[in-house]
């Protein structure tokens, strides 16, 4: 049998970043004792990460170190550098004139939206993270880039989920679904929703048929989606590559379980995933392989990060997380060098929070009646107290403090 080494919570922490060098490094002794002489190296694979990825001295340069710079450990990034502020809002300044010039141009299109249901929908386009050409509102006035498909307000189809849930949306508002698409996700691909029938028992089945059991992941499969967004802006693309690369490595001594063997192939799909954010990315002319090395980049770094995932779920709740202390680390250093104002600052996150504004997915009138309209959950976490006791809100500049007080987009409904 082969040696076993870890568990699966130690695993975890590995990749949350607690304890990453010393499941690799024991990985990496197993291996090289198991190895032929051909295969033998003395490269670790911390040393391999340095090796893969560009020092980021530049991207870094100006914040306290720390676990973070060794492992993937954002919270201690924070941690390490935010300030704490207890001031009131009196040096928020009030929306620019490009911000308003773009909002201005949304407004002008959510009547029509309102009056149909949906604004316009790709029928043709199974969504994925690199599935759509670049769309912009503006692309002379966009500062944050990025659109869930290649025009504001026009919805995709998300078929993986479940063929039925996206033909009954398509028929409710006026839409002939594409008898290609129809064909690949009735004959040849097995959806979500299929998967979970076949795993009813005729119990469960009538109870769900009968409306005695709702709720059920079958039609709507998935709840709230949390991710750490942030990660991509702080370390790049390539250094998750990495570091998933590594996460993997270390499940080839592990028995192959029906568990590991599962786990193996997610991995797999994640580094998938990671390159095709690269591609999405590059293609609003972007290379987000390395860490972000502005504010500015930050934030888009951050957001590409999560449009990817709007692009390929459909949660009932896509929560962008607790990210304002992070992104004001990057705007305070570049005010204190003179490269931001407060002002630019503050346009920037109005920017930011106008393309999450218009986060759309195709769902059927009947879900949408359920919340009182047309529902995107972009819950951001503000505010509050760590574990210390001080505040979270950042120290002025904080325009992510207080995200979209100076103009009238801001995430809804949370």
Same mark, same amino acid.
């Given at each position: ?197 076949? /795993? ?5 089945? &009538?109870?769900? %048929?009968? @409306?005695? $059991?709702?709720?059920?992941? *079958?039609? =709507? ?87 990817? /995932? ?5 949660? &009932?709740?896509? %929560?962008? @997380?607790? $990210?304002?202390?992070?992104? *004001?680390? =990057? ?84």
């Amino acid at each position: 049998m082969v040696p076993r080494i870890g568990t699966n919570a130690a695993r975890g922490a590995a990749r949350a970043g607690v304890q990453w060098s010393r499941t690799d490094e024991a990985m990496w002794k197993v291996r090289a004792m198991t190895a032929t002489p051909a295969e033998t190296t003395t490269v670790t694979p911390a040393e391999e990460t340095a090796q893969h990825t560009s020092a980021p001295a530049d991207a870094w340069a100006g914040f306290r170190g720390g676990l973070w710079r060794d492992a993937i450990a954002v919270r201690d990034f924070v941690q390490s550098n935010y300030a704490p502020y207890e001031g009131d809002a009196s040096f928020l300044a009030g929306p620019t004139e490009r911000t308003t010039k773009v909002w201005n141009k949304l407004l002008a299109m959510f009547p029509e939206e309102i009056a149909r249901g949906v604004h316009d929908v790709d029928v043709s386009t199974p969504s994925r993270i690199d599935a759509f050409a670049p769309g912009w509102i503006d692309p002379d006035l966009d500062l944050i880039v990025g659109l869930q498909t290649d025009a504001p307000l026009k919805r995709a189809i998300m078929p993986n989920g479940g063929w039925r849930m996206v033909e009954s949306a398509l028929d409710a508002y006026g839409y002939e679904a594409d008898p290609a698409v129809r064909e690949i996700y009735t004959k040849f691909r097995k959806t979500h929703n299929d998967g979970v029938f076949d /795993a009813y028992t005729p119990e469960i089945r &009538a109870c769900r %048929s009968s @409306g005695i $059991i709702t709720g059920l992941p *079958d039609a =709507y499969g998935r709840g709230r989606i949390i991710g750490d967004y942030r990660r991509v802006a702080l370390y790049g693309v390539d250094r998750l590559i990495v570091a998933k690369r590594a996460d993997k490595s270390a499940l080839e001594v592990e028995w192959p379980s029906a568990e590991v063997i599962q786990e193996r192939e997610e991995v797999a799909e994640q580094i998938r995933a990671l390159e095709e954010l690269k591609a999405m990315a590059l293609s609003y002319g972007h290379d987000i392989s390395g860490p972000a090395r502005t504010g500015r980049e930050a934030v888009q770094w951050l957001y590409f990060a999560y449009l990817a /995932a709007v692009k390929e779920q459909n949660g &009932a709740a896509m %929560s962008i @997380g607790r $990210i304002d202390a992070f992104l *004001d680390i =990057y705007l305070q250093r570049d005010i204190e060098r003179g490269l931001l104002t407060e002002t630019e600052a503050q346009e920037l996150i109005d920017d930011f929070v106008i393309k999450l504004r218009i986060v759309r997915f195709l769902r059927t009138p009947e879900y949408n009646e359920g919340f009182s309209g047309d529902p995107t959950w972009v819950t951001w976490s503000m505010a509050g107290l760590g574990e210390t006791g001080a505040p979270w809100s950042p120290a002025p500049p904080s325009a992510p403090s207080t995200p979209s007080t100076t103009s009238a987009p801001h995430p809804s409904p949370t």
